[in-house]
């Protein structure tokens, strides 16, 4: 099944916070099989905003170079994600960026990887695998 990461794995991944160990070993799975996690371009724009607001633009250019090379797929964010995502905030808790990752695993039939609780709004539509 289609791995779907959201900003909370991969900040968590980033900082070595509770729940790292997970995301590491999807890395390691995906770069043996030679396959790729899925990330919409929303999500990776939170991670950026955060890692600047953390650590400066300086920084948190570094560290994106190095999530570059990461097994992650970055998807955009086009009229049919966007239609998705739409139609999750319509329905309220949770937040817009949230949205694109539970959409983009709706349309790919994956599972969103997360510890961020606002994913209960989707979890009867959607699979979440709980990082904690």
């Known amino acids: 099944m ?8 991969l900040m968590v991944y980033l900082e070595k916070e509770p729940g790292y160990e ?3 070993e999807l890395f390691t799975k995906a770069a043996e099989t030679g396959g790729n996690l899925l990330m919409t371009t929303v999500n990776w724009g939170e991670v950026f905003y955060i890692l600047i607001k953390d650590y400066g633009i300086e920084e948190a250019e570094k560290i994106q170079h190095i999530i570059e090379t990461f097994p992650i797929e970055f998807v955009p964010a086009d ?4 239609k998705q ?14 949205c694109f990752a539970a ?3 709706k349309l790919h039939k994956g599972e969103v990887i997360t510890g961020d609780k606002e994913f209960k ?3 009867g539509e959607v699979k979440i695998v709980w990082m904690s």
């Not at 289609?2 to 794995?9: G, H, Q, T």
């Open 2 to 9: 289609v791995k779907i990461l959201d900003s909370y794995a």
């Open 121 to 123: 709004a989707v979890e």
């Open 103 to 105: 959409a983009l695993a």
């Open 79 to 82: 009229l049919n994600l966007t």
């Open 85 to 98: 995502a739409a139609l999750y905030k319509a329905k309220g808790n949770i937040s817009y960026a949230d």
């Open 22 to 24: 997970i995301v590491k």
